[in-house]
């Protein structure tokens, strides 16, 4: 099913049965960040992982889909559903007009275009009037999903939370998986090869950066609802950075890698949030040990002594 | 070392049981400081205000009363997603009663949002902006010391009433910022000025205000309103002095902090507004004098021992209700904080308005010479008080839809 190897597939239900479970046991504010967060680096995991493509403004298409979720919630009265689906489809359109700059660049060049393109986003909404400045939008109201289920307790938005980091783990697992997703990693393997076998590399690296803006729009627009607020923070470059290490702590090009690293790179920032600015500078020690000792990431440490692929 | 999949799985099991926590058995308020531990507003809330909201449980004597008061403290970066994030975690997971002081504007809106989600309680003391008991006002929040419209009509009138009748605002954008450029321009224009420009300068990033004062200096205008606070005015004022500017800065939010960073020499002649000083009478000097054992070295400004004050009030109604009424139900329990008169040694005898306003006198004071200053933190002379009745905006113009109710 899905394209899942059999550790894959033990490893995705022992997945679902903690994301099941976990709400009963820690606090589901935090594990709703914690999901968000995860469908975030899973959509930034497909470009970097599966395309090798390194794009440093991610943070744009997760904030933009955070405004304008957040946005359509409060000042249209949009129900949840429809909110997040209007986050999703910004971040998708931004994602096409950048990456449709972008791609056609490779490697340094690529990441410093998709830099500058994401501090143009953060200025724009810096400045834009209906993101509120720093003050963020806020009062976002949960609202009732298909204008039925009142979202209003925790558990019940982490059910809808927990459905949709789901469904964009899966599809991008299907995505990597499927004869479109081989392209993609001939593509990363060897750009030049792929062109000489007759495949237009640049539709298919736009379609694949698109695919991740949507999906990181998708993310953002969930977190804004969970939190009922949309600020800077989102779009802010520590963001592209946040999620970069997230990716590579977990293990690059690993299916379950940028869950790993999301769950560590939150759990790290909430617990040890008592250290203040030390957060910053403790992340920072991590990555490094990190990328020196097991470049792998988590996952990849596991996968290898286990000699299996997650 | 190889790792087989047995103790793989067995750790990861390991790690996912809770780790129980043990509960008191006295019944225990629980109050989270929310406050800027490290930014821009450190010095003017901060670890400061934490000391007086201790000091506050302490003068209550909570040691000898059948009940337990713990105090939490966090530390909101001035990010109103951090501060929501807070506050939310405080009343879902441990317990929290109530947070006060709550930083900076922007954060005290999504702060006191947060208090009536979890219908919990929410007293402001360092958030400046009127809309918290105006627009956005609601049934668990109480803004405690200051506001925007208070600091317009003292410090902005008296710069009108001095000459300033022409005003270039160098705001901090945010929702402070644009809260106190608005209240200042309203009392600028009524008083027959006009206001030239205005520019936003992006917070808390922002440390050079150099291309901004010069835009203030090339409008031409007479005064140059600081809609700004904490480091952000200090740098503003220091670097106009640097420029050589000559036209007067009206520095509409200047706590006694800033003067001390700023120095006799630099802010001599300034005009500031606060609510309190520790020299006013004899109460402030009793109260600065017992909280001279925690912090030797400094004396308060108003937010800080406004978060005393709150916290102080907040006691005493708790006790009068009783302990485990008090924790049921947030909006009943601000409703018993309004109905109660304050009174204590920081502002003296005040009320609470039921748009969450606490009235009481607010001062104009002007920085004294180094040569008038007697002694460390002598800093001020009363220039005029702002009898409690007319400090605040009236209720009928807050539009608090708690009132139209």
Known sequence: MFGFSRPQAIAFLVMVVLVAGAPFVLYPVFLMKVLCFALFACAFNLLIGYVGLLSFGHAAYFGMGGYVAGYAAKAWGFTPELAILAGTIAGGLLGTVFGWLAIRRQGIYFAMITLALGQMAYFFCLQAPFTGGEDGIQQIPRGKLFGLFSLQSDLAMYAVVAVLFLFGFLLVHRVVHSPFGQILKAIRENEPRATSLGYRTDSYKLAAFIISCALAGLAGGTKSLVFGIATLTDVHNAMSGEVVLMTLLGGLGTIFGPVMGALIATAMENYLAQAGAWVTVIQGVIFIACVIAFRKGVIGVIADKLKIHL | ?405
């Open chain 2, 1 to 405: 070392m190889t790792i087989s999949r047995r103790t793989l799985i067995a750790s990861a099991a390991a790690s996912t049981v809770p780790l129980a926590a043990a509960r008191a058995q006295k019944p225990t308020l629980k109050i989270g400081v929310l406050t800027d531990l490290a930014g821009p507003y450190q010095d003017i809330v901060g670890p400061l205000a934490v000391e007086a909201a201790r000091q506050a449980v302490e003068d209550f004597g909570v040691a000898s009363k059948g009940y337990a008061v713990e105090i939490l403290v966090g530390d909101h970066q001035n990010k109103p997603d951090i501060g929501a994030g807070i506050s939310r975690q405080w009343y879902d997971r441990d317990g929290v009663d109530i947070v006060v002081e709550g930083g900076s504007s922007a954060v005290a809106l999504a702060a006191s949002e947060v208090a009536r989600d979890k219908n919990k309680v929410y007293i402001n003391s360092g958030g400046a902006t009127s809309d918290l008991t105006g627009i956005r006002c609601n049934a668990n929040t109480l803004h405690w010391v200051y506001d925007t419209f208070m600091l317009g009509r003292s410090t902005g009138g008296a710069l009108v009433g001095a000459g300033g009748t022409s005003w270039f605002f160098i705001t901090a954008d945010y929702a402070f910022g644009h809260a106190l450029t608005r209240d200042v321009s309203g009392f600028v224009e009524a008083a027959g000025g006009k206001v030239v420009g205005k520019v936003a300068t992006p917070f808390p990033a922002t440390t050079d205000f150099s291309s901004y004062l010069l835009q203030a200096q090339a409008s031409g205008a007479k005064v140059i309103g600081l809609a700004n606070a904490g480091a952000d005015t200090i740098n503003c004022i220091k670097q106009a002095k640097e420029f050589g500017i000559t036209q007067t800065l009206g520095g509409l939010l200047v706590f006694i902090s800033d003067i001390h960073s700023l120095g006799l020499a630099v802010a001599q002649g300034l005009a500031c507004t606060e609510s309190f000083y520790w020299d006013l009478n004899e109460r402030t000097r009793a109260f600065s004098a017992r909280i001279r054992k925690r912090v030797p070295e400094r004396r308060l400004g108003m937010a800080q021992a406004g978060t005393y004050s709150s916290v102080l009030h907040y006691l005493k109604a708790a006790e009068a209700m009783g302990i485990a009424e008090a924790k049921k139900d947030g909006a009943l329990t601000t409703a018993r904080l309004k109905a109660m008169p304050a009174d204590d040694d920081v502002f003296g005898a005040g009320i609470i308005r039921p748009d969450g306003r606490k009235l009481h006198p607010s001062y104009l004071f002007e920085v004294k010479k180094p040569s008038e200053s007697k002694g460390p933190w002598d800093y001020y002379k009363v220039m005029a008080t702002t009898p409690s009745d007319q400090a605040f905006r009236p209720i009928k113009d807050g539009a608090c839809p708690l009132i139209k109710a």
